[in-house]
């Protein structure tokens, strides 16, 4: 008992039970068994079972790092790792025994002592406190009549079942199969591996701490560089597909899987790219800092160059498939910086962005089709359409900021909301069905013609979200550093004083929901335009919630960021599409992980980092 | 002519009653200080002159002119700066860029030269021009509030308890730079709870009791006035 108090076994059993319990919980939400459908690397390792390894070993790496702030040696660091590799496995132990047919006696005997041990526990401290005997015995009693019923019940549930699946739909043959590394029929053997695997995935945490830092980095790179293409090999595929031959192809893949001499290959490499990196690429970087000015600008030029030759070559590089992906992206991209301007310049909450993007998509739908809804015929085509696209959305951010101007903060965001959602009753209306279709919505938009080429590929129509990011994001440049950007930093800041500055608020925030909305509506039109069809059902209030997260993952306020949050946020999704549902799981996850470690974003703002930094050190000290 | 007078205003928060008829005038180039227990209506009736809340009944003329129902950034322009309660600087951006802000509504060449002005009088401030200002101290954040005030040059300075939050020490310079502020011809509505610093600077001042005006007089006389003394200045 004191040995379990002691600071550092605390470290590893804490840690061990963190990295068991989400080994238990993915599995039982059929994650690990879903993801074991993916191999990483041809019949080595699947993503599964690359979580069941990779779970002890972060624990155990991050043990070593709070173990080494206790003044551990690397020896104990070695034993702490496999301990908490054993006692990452144990939860899904346990489960294991008790979903076999020998050893299911042993979960019918734990469900029926629960209540008498928290019974007997609870009493017992009744007892120090020095409480009343009757009482005792009365509050023992009805603990475990309480209790008793749950878990008797589910004891029986269980007799009478005979498996877990009653219960725990997800703890099925094919994930014992998985964390018993396909031992289904020798659980013994199959707990020992288990056991084995998940020590030496915490030991190897273990040994990767302590040793050092330069073939440390290097080894962690190319590990982690291998295991991203092996996880993410269909989409690397699709890109090598464009540029490789088929039997190189073949050679490297076996259908969507990395085979193990490429795998090995690419290890090694990135292995060596890595070392080369950490040896070298601080002496770069100082070298860097220490060239001539002018130097370094051509060095940046040069840089720039390069990056805008890769966004114009894209779609070549990456195919038809990936293309589609960029385009989602390049539409949601144009969304966030739009929506940046209300929340991040000027701090306004705006909960109904999905407004102007169905404004735009409706307006290029009815103005444009040739289905049945489509009266102007040929009339207007999509270059003439987007402009109105725009004008229109403009016009519904500000009759919609009208009403709202005198509101603040978190009623913004619910009055927003709420326009969100009349933009998709509206649309599904029967009123406006004669109009735009009610819930069939309008079909036969004809693609944009372009020179007389019909832009009907997603590699072409990724121009022209690229066209429309760029104008976005200069023009969300120029703002930010005029009279009107400093106008609503102001007002973000503080709208009192603001207005103290002799700042119109009213019109700031007007201008700022206005010109926020034209970008969102020109994203509904190039998504109309893309689609082919335009739905009430594409417009919930998921598109603004993913506009937002998006902008506050990548950082607020920040351009680049907001890219980095599309792809993260909306790429990653549409890669993972094979792990249906589970994708959710990830994208909250992510955000949870996200506002805990990193609630700045991934590339932040300099104003954030700014406030973030203030928040830190803004104690005034009174007597200065 | 008075440069602010301020007649019979009567401010509510939703329904309750805040001031009750509350007169006083501000001659040009003077010193005025409102003084009052918490709650008494002091920055009420500040938010009431520089336009943040609308009076339902009375007036306050500014230079002739009714302001009673003017927004609060057009006063601005007319030559009203306001200091406001707790200071509000922003306190992501730096202290330059405060000071800029508050020079939002001039677009003559003399901003520059005022800068420099706003430097001179708080040479603090130009040590920390490209500090964010929320990692000022309080007394160096009260500095960059009145910095800030008077880059919109006003005529008429409205200050909320500068004293606010600050030390002993601090308090005593605060005062003075209001007084060098006054000296060079800005006239100064000061509203404070510390009575005693502010009867100190003040020409006239006027004592504030539940939404009314319970007296007014020179400032040197309520110094000596029995009830200011028991009420705000502590002396029995």
Same mark, same amino acid.
């Given at each position: 008992?004191?040995?379990?108090?002691?600071?550092?076994?605390?470290?590893?059993?804490?840690?061990?039970?963190?990295?068991?319990? @989400?080994?238990?919980?993915?599995?039982?939400?059929?994650?690990?068994?879903? @993801?074991?459908?993916?191999?990483?690397?041809?019949?080595?390792?699947?993503?599964?079972?690359?979580?069941?390894?990779?779970?002890?070993?972060?624990?155990?790496?991050?043990?070593?790092?709070?173990?080494?702030?206790?003044?551990?040696?690397?020896?104990?660091?070695?034993?702490?790792?496999?301990?908490?590799?054993?006692?990452?496995?144990?939860?899904?132990?346990?489960?294991?025994?008790?979903?076999?047919?020998?050893?299911? @006696?042993?979960?019918?005997?734990?469900?029926?002592?629960?209540?008498?041990?928290?019974?007997?526990?609870?009493?017992?401290?009744?007892?120090?406190?020095?409480?009343?005997?009757?009482?005792?015995?009365?509050?023992?009693?009805?603990?475990?009549?309480?209790?008793?019923?749950?878990?008797?019940?589910?004891?029986?549930?269980?007799?009478?079942?005979?498996?877990?699946?009653?219960?725990?739909?997800?703890?099925?043959?094919?994930?014992?199969?998985?964390?018993?590394?396909?031992?289904?029929?020798?659980?013994?053997?199959?707990?020992?591996?288990?056991?084995?695997?998940?020590?030496?995935?915490?030991?190897?945490?273990?040994?990767?701490?302590?040793?050092?830092?330069?073939?440390?980095?290097?080894?962690?790179?190319?590990?982690?560089?291998?295991?991203?293409?092996?996880?993410?090999?269909?989409?690397?595929?699709?890109?090598?597909?464009?540029?490789?031959?088929?039997?190189?192809?073949?050679?490297?893949?076996?259908?969507? *899987?990395?085979?193990?001499?490429?795998?090995?290959?690419?290890?090694?490499?990135?292995?060596?790219?890595?070392?080369?990196?950490?040896? @070298?690429?601080?002496?770069?970087?100082?070298?860097?800092?220490?060239?001539?000015?002018?130097?370094?600008?051509?060095?940046?030029?040069?840089?720039?160059?390069?990056?805008?030759?890769?966004?114009?070559?894209?779609?070549?590089?990456?195919?038809?498939?990936?293309?589609?992906?960029?385009?989602?992206?390049?539409?949601?991209?144009?969304?966030?910086?739009?929506?940046?301007?209300?929340?991040?310049?000027?701090?306004?909450?705006?909960?109904?962005?999905?407004?102007?993007?169905?404004?735009?998509?409706?307006?290029?739908?009815?103005?444009?089709?040739?289905?049945?809804?489509?009266?102007?015929?040929?009339?207007?085509?999509?270059?003439?359409?987007?402009?109105?696209?725009?004008?229109?959305?403009?016009? %519904?951010?500000?009759?919609?900021?009208?009403?709202?101007?005198?509101?603040?903060?978190?009623?913004? %965001?619910?009055?927003?909301?709420?326009?969100?959602?009349?933009?998709?009753?509206?649309?599904?209306?029967?009123?406006?069905?004669?109009?735009?279709?009610?819930?069939?919505?309008?079909?036969?938009?004809?693609?944009?013609?372009?020179?007389?080429?019909?832009?009907?590929?997603?590699?072409?129509?990724?121009?022209?979200?690229?066209?429309?990011?760029?104008?976005?994001?200069?023009?969300?440049?120029?703002?930010?550093?005029?009279?009107?950007?400093?106008?609503?930093?102001?007002?973000?800041?503080?709208?009192?004083?603001? *207005?103290?500055?002799?700042?119109?608020?009213?019109? %700031?925030?007007?201008?700022?929901?206005?010109?926020?909305?034209?970008?969102?509506?020109?994203?509904?039109?190039?998504?109309?335009?893309?689609?082919?069809?335009?739905?009430?059902?594409?417009?919930?209030?998921?598109?603004?919630?993913?506009?937002?997260?998006?902008?506050?993952?990548?950082?607020?306020?920040?351009?680049?960021?907001?890219?980095?949050?599309?792809?993260?946020?909306?790429?990653?999704?549409?890669?993972?599409?094979?792990?249906?549902?589970?994708?959710?799981?990830?994208?909250?996850?992510?955000?949870?992980?996200?506002?805990?470690?990193?609630?700045?974003?991934?590339?932040?703002?300099?104003?954030?980092?700014?406030?973030?930094?203030?928040?830190?050190?803004?104690?005034?000290?009174?007597?200065? | 002519?008075? !440069?602010?007078?301020?007649?019979?205003?009567?401010?509510?928060?939703?329904?309750?009653?805040?001031?009750?008829?509350?007169?006083?005038?501000?001659?040009?180039?003077?010193?005025?200080?409102?003084?009052?227990?918490?709650?008494?209506?002091?920055?009420?009736?500040?938010?009431?002159?520089?336009?943040?809340?609308?009076?339902?009944?009375?007036?306050? !003329?500014?230079?002739?002119?009714?302001?009673?129902?003017?927004?609060?950034?057009?006063?601005?322009?007319?030559?009203?700066?306001?200091?406001?309660?707790?200071?509000?600087?922003?306190?992501?951006?730096?202290?330059?860029?405060?000071?800029?802000?508050?020079?939002?509504?001039?677009?003559?060449?003399?901003?520059?030269?005022?800068?420099?002005?706003?430097?001179?009088?708080?040479?603090?401030?130009?040590?920390?021009?490209?500090?964010?200002?929320?990692?000022?101290?309080?007394?160096?954040?009260?500095?960059?509030?009145?910095?800030?005030?008077?880059?919109?040059?006003?005529?008429?300075?409205?200050?909320?308890?500068?004293?606010?939050?600050?030390?002993?020490?601090?308090?005593?310079?605060?005062?003075?730079?209001?007084?060098?502020?006054?000296?060079?011809?800005?006239?100064? !509505?000061?509203?404070?709870?510390?009575?005693?610093?502010?009867?100190?600077?003040?020409?006239?001042?006027?004592?504030?009791?539940?939404?009314?005006?319970?007296?007014?007089?020179?400032?040197?006389? !309520?110094?000596?006035?029995?009830?200011?003394?028991?009420?705000?200045?502590?002396?029995?």
């Amino acid at each position: 008992m004191k040995m379990l108090r002691s600071e550092t076994s605390r470290t590893v059993l804490s840690l061990g039970l963190l990295a068991g319990a @989400f080994i238990l919980f993915t599995g039982a939400v059929g994650m690990i068994a879903a @993801f074991h459908e993916r191999e990483v690397v041809d019949r080595f390792i699947s993503l599964g079972q690359l979580l069941l390894m990779l779970a002890p070993f972060v624990a155990a790496y991050l043990g070593a790092t709070r173990l080494d702030a206790q003044g551990v040696g690397a020896q104990a660091m070695l034993g702490g790792g496999i301990i908490v590799g054993l006692i990452t496995a144990m939860p899904t132990v346990i489960l294991l025994l008790f979903n076999s047919d020998e050893f299911r @006696f042993l979960l019918d005997l734990t469900l029926k002592l629960i209540p008498f041990v928290v019974a007997t526990v609870y009493a017992r401290r009744l007892h120090k406190s020095g409480s009343d005997q009757r009482l005792i015995i009365g509050s023992w009693l009805a603990i475990v009549v309480l209790i008793g019923i749950v878990t008797f019940s589910f004891a029986l549930i269980f007799e009478i079942k005979g498996d877990l699946r009653s219960v725990l739909p997800n703890i099925s043959r094919d994930w014992v199969d998985v964390v018993t590394f396909d031992n289904r029929n020798e659980l013994m053997t199959g707990i020992f591996a288990l056991l084995l695997v998940s020590a030496g995935a915490g030991a190897a945490g273990g040994i990767v701490y302590n040793i050092p830092p330069v073939p440390r980095k290097a080894l962690l790179y190319g590990l982690g560089v291998t295991l991203l293409v092996g996880a993410f090999g269909e989409t690397v595929r699709l890109i090598l597909q464009e540029n490789v031959d088929r039997d190189t192809l073949k050679q490297i893949f076996r259908r969507d *899987t990395l085979r193990q001499n490429p795998a090995l290959l690419l290890f090694v490499v990135s292995t060596v790219a890595g070392y080369l990196w950490a040896m @070298f690429g601080q002496q770069a970087r100082y070298g860097f800092t220490n060239l001539e000015p002018s130097r370094r600008r051509a060095v940046n030029g040069v840089g720039m160059l390069i990056f805008a030759g890769l966004l114009l070559m894209l779609p070549w590089l990456i195919g038809r498939t990936l293309s589609d992906v960029a385009v989602t992206i390049g539409i949601f991209v144009l969304m966030g910086l739009g929506l940046n301007i209300a929340i991040g310049l000027a701090g306004l909450l705006d909960l109904g962005y999905v407004t102007n993007y169905a404004v735009g998509a409706y307006i290029l739908a009815v103005l444009t089709s040739i289905g049945p809804l489509g009266r102007l015929d040929g009339v207007f085509t999509f270059w003439m359409v987007i402009p109105l696209a725009l004008l229109a959305a403009m016009c %519904a951010g500000f009759i919609f900021a009208v009403p709202v101007l005198r509101m603040r903060g978190d009623y913004l %965001a619910i009055a927003t909301l709420g326009f969100g959602e009349i933009i998709g009753k509206l649309a599904i209306s029967d009123w406006l069905k004669p109009l735009i279709g009610g819930a069939q919505g309008v079909q036969a938009i004809p693609k944009p013609i372009f020179l007389g080429i019909e832009l009907k590929n997603p590699e072409q129509l990724y121009y022209i979200v690229l066209a429309a990011s760029l104008v976005t994001l200069f023009v969300s440049i120029r703002l930010n550093n005029s009279r009107t950007g400093r106008q609503w930093m102001a007002i973000r800041e503080d709208e009192d004083v603001a *207005t103290a500055m002799g700042i119109d608020t009213a019109r %700031a925030k007007l201008l700022a929901f206005t010109l926020s909305a034209a970008t969102g509506g020109v994203a509904g039109a190039i998504f109309a335009a893309k689609v082919g069809t335009v739905f009430p059902n594409s417009f919930t209030v998921f598109i603004s919630i993913n506009v937002l997260s998006l902008i506050i993952v990548g950082g607020i306020a920040s351009n680049p960021g907001i890219v980095v949050g599309a792809v993260v946020l909306i790429g990653l999704p549409e890669l993972l599409r094979e792990f249906s549902d589970f994708r959710f799981l990830m994208y909250g996850a992510l955000l949870v992980i996200m506002m805990i470690k990193r609630p700045q974003g991934f590339i932040p703002s300099k104003l954030v980092t700014h406030e973030i930094r203030a928040g830190v050190k803004a104690k005034p000290a009174v007597a200065d | 002519m008075a !440069l602010l007078e301020v007649n019979d205003i009567h401010t509510y928060y939703g329904n309750i009653h805040a001031l009750k008829g509350v007169s006083f005038e501000v001659d040009s180039g003077e010193i005025i200080a409102l003084i009052g227990s918490n709650g008494a209506g002091k920055t009420t009736t500040l938010r009431t002159i520089c336009g943040l809340m609308a009076p339902r009944d009375g007036s306050v !003329l500014y230079d002739g002119e009714d302001i009673s129902a003017a927004r609060a950034d057009t006063l601005v322009g007319k030559g009203i700066s306001m200091v406001p309660e707790g200071r509000g600087v922003f306190a992501k951006l730096t202290v330059e860029e405060n000071l800029d802000m508050g020079a939002f509504t001039r677009r003559d060449a003399g901003v520059k030269d005022d800068l420099k002005g706003a430097y001179e009088l708080f040479p603090r401030l130009e040590e920390r021009k490209r500090q964010v200002a929320g990692t000022l101290s309080g007394g160096e954040q009260q500095m960059l509030a009145i910095a800030r005030a008077l880059m919109a040059k006003p005529r008429l300075l409205l200050l909320d308890e500068p004293s606010m939050g600050l030390a002993p020490v601090l308090v005593d310079g605060v005062f003075d730079t209001v007084q060098r502020i006054a000296n060079e011809g800005v006239t100064i !509505l000061l509203v404070e709870q510390n009575a005693h610093m502010a009867l100190q600077i003040a020409d006239r001042g006027y004592v504030l009791q539940s939404g009314e005006v319970a007296i007014s007089d020179t400032a040197a006389n !309520l110094r000596e006035n029995e009830t200011v003394q028991k009420t705000y200045l502590g002396i029995d």
